[in-house]
């Protein structure tokens, strides 16, 4: 196999991006620095522990991580967008915009469950 193909690292960081989600938020839900998920990227192999734990965040399995490749996510929305066969399988039955804003909504409920995990930190650390 090619490097590219397995290195999990690279798919961590890919799949972090197509969610919309920046290093600092994935570091924030694991309790980890932003250093740490950026050497995380770098690594071509990651303990399943924490592949876990970072699958968990983004919202997949462990398994998608490991068997992602860009080709596959280019030939499913080729797929969806050219299939005229009529086969339902392969057509949108949900409006796009509406799942975006399910997204950006969920993104804005995790960031403010960070923020304030960050404010309770925060008087904990002053309370000393």
Do not use: W
């Amino acid at each position: 196999m090619a490097e590219s193909t397995v290195h999990i690292g690279r798919k961590i960081g890919r799949i972090r991006e197509l969610k919309g989600m920046k290093q600092e938020v994935l570091a924030a839900a694991l309790g980890i620095s932003q250093q740490a998920i950026s050497k995380i990227e770098q690594s071509a192999d990651v303990e399943e522990d924490a592949l876990q734990k970072i699958a968990n965040v983004l919202g997949v399995p462990s398994e998608a991580i490991k068997n992602f490749s860009e080709e596959a996510v280019f030939n499913y929305f080729n797929n969806f967008h050219d299939n005229s066969t009529g086969d339902f399988r392969h057509h949108c039955t949900f409006n796009p915009l509406d799942k975006l804003m399910e997204l950006v909504e969920e993104n804005k409920q995790l960031y403010e469950r960070l923020l304030q995990a960050e404010k309770e930190k925060n008087e904990l650390l002053n309370k000393r």
